[in-house]
């Protein structure tokens, strides 16, 4: 895959694990789907899990939504690149659609907690790229999870008080985006991705796409 735009015949690139993390109900559900949407070629990470299907949830869509027993066979056969528990139920990222997407230089967007996030980090660290998502406000944060629609009342004060928890966790993360406006939260995060795509060391036969301009320019 070319670095795209650019006319840089001949220059490949390796492709990025794009990691968005938040507490629950801090937008990153709406920004994957918006990234997902205004980027050719990236492509989403589809995790299976063990909690019920949602209103409006596809299977094979938004998640894989499988029982206990066939995630348990998914760790066994290591068949999950990496998995954690959440909120009582268990998630994980299955591995073979991502090592294609990257084998092929295609870029993979993640919505993952800060476990899945580290295990990805530890496995192949330079090839990840992780944004953690705020929220502008804990009033925003609960109001928007009252506007979901999704959860009980029970979940919601729940997902609440495990927000702390994942918030904590920011400072592992390469950058911080406040969700505040979903504009403006949206372009900062594609800056982000487009930014980290140009990275040079991400970029292969750079060297002779170089050779080549000062070969031209010695004629
Ligand atoms: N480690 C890990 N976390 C995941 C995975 N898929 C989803 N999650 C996280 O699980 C949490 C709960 O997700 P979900 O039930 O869809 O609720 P949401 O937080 O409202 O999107 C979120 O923090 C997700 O980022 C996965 O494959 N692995
Ligand atoms: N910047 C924003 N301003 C107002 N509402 C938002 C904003 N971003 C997301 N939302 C809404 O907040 C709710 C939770 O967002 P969602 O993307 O599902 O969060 P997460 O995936 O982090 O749990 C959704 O109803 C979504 O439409």
Request: net charge neutral; aromatic share 8%; charged share 25%.
């Amino acid at each position: 895959m070319t670095t795209g735009g650019h006319g840089t015949d001949g220059v490949e690139r390796r492709g990025l694990m794009f990691v968005l993390s938040s507490p629950s109900g801090a937008g990153k559900t709406t920004l994957s789907r918006m990234l997902i949407a205004e980027t050719p070629g990236l492509q989403m990470s589809i995790s299976a899990t063990t909690r019920p299907m949602r209103p409006g949830e596809v299977d094979g869509k938004d998640y894989f939504f499988v029982d206990q027993k066939r995630f348990e066979l998914m760790v066994e056969n290591g068949e999950l690149l990496e998995w954690a528990h959440v909120f009582g139920n268990r998630y994980g990222t299955p591995r073979g659609p991502v090592e294609a997407a990257l084998a092929s230089g295609r870029d993979v967007l993640f919505d993952i907690d800060w476990q899945g996030t580290q295990q990805l980090r530890d496995r192949s660290g330079k090839d990840v790229v992780s944004v953690f998502i705020l929220p502008p406000s804990v009033a925003a944060l609960e109001q928007r999870l009252h506007t979901r629609a999704q959860d009980s009342d029970e979940v919601i004060r729940g997902r609440m008080k495990k927000a702390g928890d994942e918030m904590s966790h920011f400072d592992a993360y390469d950058y911080i985006v406040v969700n505040d406006n979903i504009g403006i939260a949206f372009e900062a995060v594609r800056s982000i991705l487009r930014a980290e795509q140009l990275k040079r060391e991400r970029q292969v036969g750079l060297e002779g796409f170089v050779r080549g301009l000062r070969n031209q320019l010695e004629k």
